[in-house]
């Protein structure tokens, strides 16, 4: 117990803003890592994922790579591409291990939430004239945005994790003071500093959570007697919001 009240003196310390890496500015770099990485990430695997969806194609490929960028080891991967790229492309080498992370998360949320759409509404966007491009944009992504929300929390959280290596090449984040507490074996800033990450990846995780739960469309409109009436006016419906 002493470990933990030690911890959040730590966290709460004046001596936190001074020094070679004040707390918040550590927060500011292992946040924009995060998101610098899973958007990089997402203009790679959503349009893919996409296509993947609508089209029914390559949807066993994209399992098998998910699958293989999962079981690479980060730490020893980061390691490996800093001594490739050179010590002056520590930060690229660092943030492409992190993007090969969270590919496959949201590559999942994109193409899940495509193939999860009932066919009959996307049938009855066709017999309404639509084109692929409208069932696309009109569609199948907004009625799969929360798997796709879904997909960006996943890939945000393990990455949020995995930016703690980040310092061990010196490129700093959160994970400066785990490895400096490990050096000088206080166990007080190691525990600090992984409470700040538990408390940032639930922040983190909040934040998707509630963006998830108002990411579905609403369609307003009495109930109707017909399924079939149902699936068009939600069609109609989806081609109205905005």
Avoid at 57 to 82: H, M, N, Q, T, Y
């Amino acid at each position: 117990m002493n470990y933990l009240f030690d911890a959040f003196a730590w966290i709460f310390s004046p001596a936190r803003l001074t020094g070679t890496l004040p707390l918040p500015v550590a927060i500011a770099q292992h946040v924009a890592f995060t998101f610098g990485s899973v958007a990089i990430a997402a203009v790679i695997a959503v349009p893919i994922g996409w296509l993947i969806g609508h089209t029914g194609k390559g949807r066993e490929i994209a399992v098998f790579l998910s699958g293989a960028a999962r079981a690479l080891p980060a730490l020893g991967l980061v390691v490996l591409l800093v001594m490739l790229f050179g010590v002056n492309l520590k930060t690229e080498a660092a943030v492409t291990v992190f993007v090969v992370l969270a590919i496959p998360s949201i590559l999942a949320g994109a193409y899940a939430g495509v193939e999860s759409i009932d066919r009959a509404v996307i049938d009855a966007g066709r017999a309404m004239g639509m084109t692929e491009w409208q069932i696309l944009f009109r569609i199948e992504m907004p009625l799969g945005l929360s798997l796709l929300i879904g997909g960006f929390r996943s890939a945000t959280l393990q990455v949020v994790a995995t930016v703690t290596i980040a310092a061990y090449v010196g490129l700093g984040g959160l994970g400066f003071y785990l490895i400096q507490g490990l050096n000088l074996r206080d166990f007080s800033e190691i525990l600090g500093a992984s409470i700040v990450i538990v408390a940032l990846a639930l922040v983190l995780d909040g934040v998707f959570a509630l963006l998830a739960r108002f990411a579905v469309p609403r369609i307003d409109g009495p109930r109707r007697r017909s399924a079939r009436v149902d699936i068009t006016d939600a069609v109609r419906a989806l081609q109205v919001s905005p």
